[in-house]
């Protein structure tokens, strides 16, 4: 299965927010009433939007179109506006009490739970079997600290700058089944893991293994979840392109033979929190722009990681280079999610970086 004919899907997780002030708005079962198109999360402040699956490039970014104007309508019903952002840069309210699964889940982790409104994007990418997907997941790993830095678009957090491109990395990091993954070697080995997790009685299920990157549960697709939910549809496409490479070259490793890299998962958890302090832009007030190089495991300046990057997915790139190396040109100018928010907050404060992030219709 080559890049052209390897599907791709997309689900993005948005905030309600008021209109006026910016705060996040508790409105989700109200507005999933006046939409077919949008899932619910845990938290009432968020809508969910999943794609179908897509080889094209302009179909995804097409789809993705259509189903953020669905949630700007259906919240617009509501009095409510839609951002794409990873985290609400205003301070949140409590969170609501829930039955069933998350009810369970608010219960069992206490803060760690009522605390994590926080927004992602997921991108699943199709595989031929669970076999093949295992030997991606034995792969990607050390790749995905980058994709992290590129997606950065959570720099505030409770009304205040955290430092950090993606903040919402450093929240979702909190849960204890969250992270990179060591090397499976086998499905029999991944099931076991999973298993082991759920007894434990500490996760409420499989699906709360919160793997950077796992077998779907109920997709033939490797589910990549390193991604901050990105501020346009252009970035989620980029980032999507980006999964998809990824995965058909560990793909094309395994295939081969080619045993899987040997960084330490200690060295991945290190490599994940550099990308999201740092994101691809160095600021002046903090140690930014620096990101451990998936192949040496030594600090590099971030163009250098990204280059990296590029060069080992060039081939699977195919038609989609131009599309993704313009995307990616654009974060090492400094146009990703978190700068246009410091932008609008050094102009407007809180509310205007909200306000930057708004969707339209």
């Known amino acids: 299965m080559d890049a052209p004919t390897r599907r791709m899907g997309v689900e993005e997780e948005l905030l309600l927010v008021d209109p006026d002030d910016g705060t996040a708005l508790g409105l989700a079962p109200a507005v999933l009433?006046?939409?077919?198109?949008?899932?619910?999360?845990?938290?009432?402040?968020?809508?969910?939007?999943g794609s179908a699956p897509?080889?094209?490039?302009?179909?995804?970014?097409?789809?993705?179109h259509r189903r953020r104007r669905a949630a700007v309508e259906a919240a617009g019903e509501r009095g409510a506006a839609v951002a794409a952002v990873a985290t609400s840069p205003l301070p949140q309210g409590p969170a609501p009490e829930l039955e069933g699964r998350y009810g369970r889940i608010l219960e069992r982790f206490g803060a760690v739970a009522t605390e994590q409104l926080t927004n992602g994007q997921h991108v699943h990418v199709e595989i031929s079997s669970r076999e093949e997907g295992v030997g991606v997941l034995d792969r990607i790993g050390p790749w995905l600290p980058v994709l992290r830095a590129l997606s950065a678009n959570s720099p505030y957090w409770r009304g205040e700058d955290t430092g950090y491109?993606?903040?919402?990395?450093?929240?979702?990091?909190?849960?204890?089944?969250?992270?990179?993954?060591?090397?499976?070697?086998?499905?029999?080995?991944?099931?076991?893991?999973?298993?082991?997790?759920?007894?434990?009685?500490?996760v409420v299920d499989d699906a709360m293994a919160?793997?950077?990157?796992?077998?779907?549960?109920?997709f033939p697709t490797v589910e990549v979840r390193v991604a901050d939910v990105g501020l346009t549809v252009d970035d989620a496409v980029v980032v999507a392109l980006l999964a998809r490479a990824l995965v058909t070259t560990a793909a094309a490793a395994w295939e081969a033979g080619d045993?899987?890299?040997a960084t330490p998962i200690e060295v991945l958890r290190l490599a994940h929190w550099r990308a999201a302090r740092a994101g691809c832009v160095?600021?002046?007030?903090?140690?930014t722009g620096t990101l451990i190089h998936p192949g040496t495991a030594r600090p590099v300046p971030a163009r250098e990681a990204v280059a990296a990057l590029l060069d080992h997915v060039d081939d699977a790139l195919g038609e989609d280079r131009k599309t993704v190396h313009a995307g990616v040109d654009?974060?090492?100018?400094?146009?990703?999610g978190s700068a246009v928010?410091?932008?609008?907050?050094?102009?407007?404060?809180?509310?205007?970086?909200?306000?930057?992030a708004q969707l339209t219709s």
């Not at 491109?165 to 499905?187: E, K, L, N, Q």
């Not at 654009?330 to 990703?336: A, H, M, P, S, Y």
């Open 33 to 49: 009433a006046g939409s077919e198109e949008l899932d619910a999360e845990m938290r009432y402040e968020q809508v969910e939007t």
């Open 54 to 64: 897509h080889a094209d490039a302009d179909a995804l970014a097409d789809d993705l």
């Open 165 to 202: 491109a993606s903040y919402r990395s450093i929240v979702w990091s909190r849960w204890p089944s969250a992270g990179p993954t060591r090397v499976f070697g086998s499905v029999a080995a991944y099931d076991e893991v999973v298993a082991a997790m759920v007894a434990t009685d500490t």
């Open 210 to 218: 919160y793997f950077d990157a796992r077998l779907a549960a109920n």
């Open 259 to 261: 045993p899987p890299p």
């Open 282 to 287: 160095g600021r002046a007030d903090a140690e």
């Open 330 to 336: 654009r974060v090492l100018r400094g146009e990703t």
């Open 341 to 356: 928010q410091r932008a609008a907050f050094d102009d407007g404060g809180l509310i205007a970086a909200v306000r930057a």
